[in-house]
Every structure is written in structure tokens, then in C-alpha cells.
């Protein structure tokens, strides 16, 4: 497996702080309640600021604008605040309703991996911000109407109702796009779209261009006399602050090894990575070795899923969850499992531009200090094909689309260890053809698109 090679500090460190940024954007941007609550509290804020400076501005409204504003008394800005208020609570309460609606599909459906992407939708979030934010800010405006009998004089904030008003008419406009925009979400297309167009996002961001030289070379092998890192906790390994690895590594003067990559569960109390002195004539201390595992473990996050943020397989998760549920008993749609495989070829494409593979991280001087596994060509073409080719081998069409991704990986794979890797899937696919009893034209069809892969290859 080939590695590549990253210097400390410059590039390496502007790509770790992009990678924290985009961590930190990616915790909330997941998260269904961040846009709703900042909706809210802006509707609070200006609940209370317009009629304030409503009351400060007395008479002084332009003729030209107070035309346009509310122009009725203080019982029927109370009355069309009321319906408002009620109106959006109404609306709210249907739109929760069918995002768990839809939630519940995509998880029975298709995958459960899905159910982080529908609750990243921006546009969800902005509906249910708008809809939080016009009830919040119609009750709030509400306490600030006053008859004469009240314990203060009349007062009706016109400007206040107007922009509540403007709020219940837009709030009707998007429920109207809401639904439309959740049809189109809970297309299978759709879904599997979103998907791959943030797989080949994670790609752009985390990897680096194949024909890029780091000086990459076979990563050190781990000695008899390394130190035992153990997990922290247990779950999914989701990031890995590469930084922070390497600057431990350079303080104690160890190399370290990660054994596990982004994306990998993890057992708390089992060995997850593995250090070394630099130079193996010397020995690493027992306190700097209890303070290396301490920063080691800093270093790594784990948590209760996997994320896209620096997971470059997660994608292909999911999108053959999406592949092999289609081709389970229960669904029987062969025809979404070939579209599911249409779109692992084009991430797959997408990612042999790409250096794949081994991570390692070298100081100043040029010393080997972090390895980090990263899964290459060959473990994300079995990712994507071993599940589909076992639960579709005795559909024709199935292993017709696991035949033209190879076709496609091979027209596009450049290195040597590429093609190997597509040749022996080829291997496999066509030991799974010769076992199937499918009649002779079928088996000529499938043969011709298996030799249409060689000559790919052999191009």
C-alpha cells in the first residue's frame, strides 16, 4: 500500500485548522436545532426592538409608508396576532410531523445512514426556523398592545403587526415549498445525489491530487518493542487531528502509528495505535510514554457515528446500504440497486484522482513521526461490491452494474495498484457469473461487459 508524505506546519497545518473549522460546521450544521433556535432568538429580539422604537418614533411615519401598514386598533392587532400565533403553531406541529414522517421512510426504506443527511437539510431547518420564529415573534409583539382602559395609554404597534403580518404570508409560501422540496427529497435519486455529492466533497477537502509528489514511500514497519496504545472509549472513530499527532511524536521524540482509520469501530481498553522511539537504539521513557498516550488520545475523537468530515469511505457506506437494501427480500428493486451502483462508480472515479492509502507525517527534518491508515482502492472497491455481488448474484442486471463500474474505474484508475485492484474484483465478478445458471445470452452479455473491463485495463 502506497503512503504519503506531509512536512510539519505550512500546508499541514492550514489543512488541520480546515479540518477543524469543517468539523465544527459539520457538528452543527447536522444538528436540526441550531437554525431553528437562532430563528427564535432573533424573533424575540425583534418582538421586543420594533415597538420600542415604535413608541420613540411616535408620529413621525412617513404618510408614503403608513399606507401600507396595519391600520386597525388595538383589539384587531391582538385578534390578527392571535390568529397568527395559532395559525404557526398549527403549521409547525405539520411540518415536525411529516420530517419524522419522512425520516421513518428513508430509515425503513433505504438506510438509517440517512437520517444525518435529512437532518443537515438546510432547507428544512431555514422552514422551521421561519415558522419558530413568526410564532415567537407574534407573541411577543402581542404584549406590547394597549388599550386606553389599560394601565397605560393606547398603543398600537403598526409597524410590529405589519412585519408579522409579512411574516405569516411568507410562512404560508414556504410551507408550500416545504412540501414540494420533501417530495423531491424522498426521491431514491435525490438521496443518492446528496450522498455522492458530499463523498466527492470529503475528497476535495481531505485528499490530495495523485500526481502531486510528497516524496511518499513504504511507511517504517512497527517493532517487537513498540508501546500499546489502547482506545479511550468505544464507538466509531470519526477524526484524527493530525497536527496535534505530530507535534506529540516531535516532543517525545516517538513515532506513532494509527491502526485504525476515520471511519472504524473502536473497543474501549483494545490496542488502537502503536508508538516507538524515532531511534530504535533508544528507548522511550515510562512518563513520556503515559503523557504520549494521553496526547494520542487527545488527538483521536470518537463518537456514537460516523461522519462524512474526514471519513472518505463513509459515503460508499452509504451508498451500498442503499444497494443492499434494495436487494433484500422484503423491497425486491433491483432497479434502485443499480442506480445506488451507478453513483458508487462515480464517487469511486472521483477518488482515483487522488492519493490513496497510508498517511505519513514527517517533521522538520525529514523524520517518519505519525502513520495513519486510510483505506485505498482496494479495500473501497470491496466496500462497495463484495455485499452487492453476494445478495445480487443471480441477477443478471446487478452484475451487469457491478461489470460497467469496473469498466469505468478502469478507464480512470491510473496507477498500477489501481488496476490490480479493479482486475482482481473482475476475477471475482466472473468466478460469480460462471456459478450462476444464467442461459447463453445472458452469459454472453455478461462476458462481453467483463471483456469490455480488460480492455480497459489493457488499453
Request: proline content about 5%.
Amino acid at each position: 500500500m502506497t503512503a504519503r508524505s506531509h512536512r510539519a506546519g505550512g500546508r499541514g497545518a492550514a489543512a488541520t485548522a480546515n479540518q477543524r473549522r469543517v468539523v465544527i460546521v459539520e457538528a452543527l450544521r447536522s444538528r436540526l436545532w441550531p437554525v431553528p433556535a437562532l430563528g427564535v432568538l432573533a424573533a424575540a429580539l425583534a418582538g421586543v426592538a420594533l415597538p420600542e422604537l415604535e413608541g420613540v418614533m411616535g408620529e413621525h411615519i412617513p404618510p408614503a409608508l403608513s399606507g401600507y401598514m396595519f391600520g386597525g386598533g388595538a383589539d384587531a392587532a391582538r385578534e390578527v396576532l392571535g390568529v397568527i400565533a395559532t395559525a404557526m403553531i398549527t403549521v409547525t406541529s405539520l411540518t415536525f410531523s411529516l420530517t419524522v414522517i419522512t425520516l421513518q421512510l428513508a430509515s425503513s426504506q433505504y438506510t438509517p445512514r440517512l437520517l444525518r443527511t435529512f437532518a443537515a437539510d438546510r432547507f428544512v431547518q431555514n422552514t422551521l426556523a421561519l415558522f419558530l420564529a413568526t410564532f415567537v415573534y407574534a407573541l411577543t409583539v402581542l404584549r406590547t398592545v394597549r388599550n386606553d382602559d389599560d394601565l397605560g395609554a393606547l398603543f398600537v404597534p403598526r409597524i410590529a403587526v405589519t412585519l408579522g403580518s409579512l411574516l405569516a404570508m411568507a410562512s404560508v409560501l414556504a410551507l408550500v415549498l416545504f412540501l414540494g422540496h420533501l417530495v423531491r427529497q424522498i426521491r431514491i435519486e435525490t438521496m443518492l445525489e446528496h450522498v455522492a455529492t458530499e463523498a466527492r466533497r470529503t475528497a476535495d477537502i481531505l485528499l490530495d491530487p495523485a500526481d502531486e509528489d510528497h516524496g511518499a514511500h513504504h511507511a517504517p514497519q512497527t517493532p517487537l518493542s513498540s508501546n500499546v496504545i489502547c482506545a479511550p472509549s468505544s464507538g466509531f472513530l470519526v477524526g484524527i487531528d493530525e497536527q496535534a499527532l505530530l507535534a506529540a511524536a516531535v516532543d517525545t521524540g516517538a513515532v506513532i502509528r494509527i491502526d485504525a482509520h476515520v471511519g472504524a469501530p473502536v473497543t474501549v481498553g483494545v490496542p488502537l495505535a502503536d508508538c516507538w522511539a524515532a531511534d530504535l537504539a533508544q528507548r522511550v521513557g515510562s512518563e513520556r510514554i503515559d503523557r504520549l498516550r494521553q496526547q494520542v488520545c487527545s488527538a483521536l475523537r470518537i463518537g456514537p457515528e460516523r461522519t462524512a468530515t474526514q471519513d472518505v469511505g463513509y459515503g460508499l457506506r452509504q451508498l451500498t446500504d442503499v444497494v443492499v437494501r434494495a436487494l433484500s427480500p422484503g423491497i425486491n428493486d433491483p432497479t434502485t440497486a443499480v442506480h445506488g451502483l451507478s453513483s458508487c462508480s462515480a464517487v469511486l472515479c472521483h477518488l482515483v484522482r487522488f492519493r490513496l492509502g497510508q498517511v505519513v507525517l514527517r517533521d522538520d527534518d525529514d523524520v517518519v513521526r505519525v502513520v495513519l491508515a486510510r483505506p485505498g482502492l482496494p479495500e473501497l472497491l470491496d466496500l462497495v461490491c463484495v455485499q452487492p455481488q453476494i445478495y445480487g448474484a443471480r441477477d443478471p442486471l446487478v452484475l451487469a452494474a457491478l461489470l460497467s463500474l469496473l469498466h469505468d474505474l478502469a478507464w480512470t484508475a491510473a496507477t498500477p495498484e489501481h488496476q490490480r485492484a479493479v482486475a482482481g474484483r473482475l476475477h471475482r465478478v466472473r468466478a460469480t457469473v460462471e456459478e450462476q445458471r444464467f442461459d447463453d445470452v445472458e452469459r454472453r452479455r455478461l462476458g462481453s461487459l467483463a471483456d469490455r473491463v480488460d480492455a480497459a485495463l489493457t488499453r
